[in-house]
């Protein structure tokens, strides 16, 4: 998946055994069409272990968020639900200095019920990675139309053709 910087996002997080879904433009990608896109956009299981994880994973890879929020922080769920209403927080980035052209943004909160996603998401085996899981075609169809920016409405339309192929 992409660079050399992504593939190791990807091996940090998998090696933490952290749970986590691809979304955004690499999904778009794994389902079909090929677009540039600059982040990793990853909605990850939003309890406090699993975020930890997250977090200690990205930092092993010198990733560290733009804003002074800890990962204890980010896993109290009343905290973060109050930042998405208030502050209108959708995702948290993640810069790193080495890999200033590869930022992460992780979601602050689940856009769909984390568990059943994670079921019918589809695995990309990545050599000497492994199993990278990939939100399914319907739920990122779905999260475009939400988002309704012009790149995701192009998207839209590219992924229901997609979807048309297959039904």
């Known amino acids: 998946m992409r660079t050399a910087s992504g593939r190791a996002v990807f091996k940090a997080l998998v090696d933490a055994d952290v749970r986590f879904l691809v979304a955004g433009g690499l999904a778009v990608n794994v389902h079909g ?40 922080e980010f896993g109290d769920a009343e905290l973060r639900d109050r930042w998405v209403r208030e502050k209108n927080m959708r995702v948290l980035r993640f810069h790193s200095d080495e890999h200033w052209d590869t930022p992460v943004d992780l979601f602050a909160s689940e856009p769909f019920p984390f568990d059943e996603e994670y079921d019918r998401s589809v695995v990309r085996e990545l050599a000497g990675i ?37 039904e």
């Open 33 to 72: 069409f090929m677009r540039m896109t600059l982040d990793i956009d990853l909605v990850v299981k939003l309890d406090p272990g699993n975020i930890r994880r997250a977090f200690a994973a990205l930092a092993s890879g010198g990733y560290g968020p733009t804003v002074p929020v800890s990962a204890g």
């Open 130 to 166: 492994g199993g990278v899981r990939v939100i399914s075609l319907r739920t990122l169809i779905r999260m475009k139309e939400a988002a309704g920016r012009p790149q995701d409405l192009a998207d839209i339309d590219n992924l229901r053709l997609r979807l048309d192929r297959h």
